[in-house]
Each structure stands twice: as structure tokens, then as C-alpha cells.
């Protein structure tokens, strides 16, 4: 059996370098990370979004090696993407399909997805389609890549027209 440990609770770029981090997961006595890289990509400092992302991963993929650490499942961006009235609904978007670009280099097989759910008068089956359309371009590119997408086990409760 393999454990594996949140590595986003060491992944703070402006606080632990990640040669640290992986140090401090080994000495935990990890040997697998599961990465949350959706939160970690907003931070300012964050070298995810920016032209040397390449260069970010591959030495990430070095340390890894070094400290032992393989890193199997990476979260993507939580949003709630059903609702395509937020103001940076098309921008979290396009970072959480990076994001798949991200883990393939990383070589993280599993990238994991979370549930959107339909705000306003809508049934569940109109919900589950607009998830659907949603998680198209992911599927194909995922495939491209050769990673495996999981939906979170998470779900909203609607309250009022408000998720809650």
C-alpha cells in the first residue's frame, strides 16, 4: 500500500522553496505527493502561469527524483464552472486546461476535477449536461495527454439560489 501526502501543504512558493518541501515530505516519510496546483498557480510568485513553467516543472520533476517523491494526482483550479456569469469564468477555465499541460510534464497521471453545479431554475439533468459541455475539451486533451481524469467526491447544496 502507498500513502501519499497533500503536497500543497508545503507547496507556498513565497515560504518553502519546493526543494524544501520535498525534503520535508521525505523526511515525513513519504514517498508519493498528490499536488494541489490550482491554488499554488494563483499566488503571485507562482511560476505556473508564466513563460517558464517548463523550466519550473522539469526542476520540480529533478527534486522529485532526488527526494524519491513520485507524483501521481494533481487537483485542478476549484470553480464553480456552471456558473459562466463570474467575471473569470473563461480565464479559470483556460488555466485549469494549462493545468493538464502542467501535469504532463510533471508526469502526474491523474488530474483531478471538481463538480460545477447549474445556479438558477434548472433540473439535474440540465445540470449534468452543461457539466458535460463543460468537461469536453478536458476529456479530449487529457487524452491527448495521457492523463486520467477523476471528479471529485464533493457535491454543493442549493439553498435559496445560493450554493452553500
Excluded at 499554488?40 to 522539469?58: K, M, V, Y
Excluded at 439553498?159 to 452553500?164: A, H, K, L, M
Amino acid at each position: 500500500m502507498e500513502l501519499s501526502i497533500a503536497y500543497e501543504l508545503y507547496m507556498k512558493p513565497h515560504e518553502v522553496p519546493t526543494k524544501q518541501a520535498m525534503e520535508i515530505v521525505r523526511q515525513a516519510g513519504f514517498r508519493c505527493a498528490d499536488m494541489s496546483i490550482g491554488p499554488f498557480c494563483l499566488h503571485p510568485d507562482s511560476p505556473i502561469l508564466g513563460s517558464r513553467w517548463q523550466q519550473w516543472a522539469e526542476a520540480t520533476v529533478q527534486t522529485a527524483r532526488e527526494n524519491g517523491i513520485t507524483m501521481r494526482q494533481a487537483h485542478c483550479l476549484l470553480f464553480n464552472y456552471m456558473d459562466t456569469a463570474q467575471p473569470d469564468h473563461k480565464r479559470l477555465t483556460e488555466i485549469n486546461l494549462h493545468l493538464l499541460d502542467v501535469c504532463h510534464a510533471l508526469g502526474i497521471e491523474y488530474f483531478v476535477l471538481h463538480p460545477g453545479t447549474a445556479v438558477g431554475a434548472v433540473s439535474a439533468a440540465e445540470s449534468l449536461l452543461g457539466s458535460i459541455e463543460w468537461l469536453k475539451p478536458f476529456v479530449e486533451k487529457a487524452e491527448k495527454l495521457g492523463i486520467r481524469l477523476c471528479m471529485e467526491n464533493m457535491f454543493d447544496i442549493l439553498v435559496n439560489e445560493q450554493i452553500i
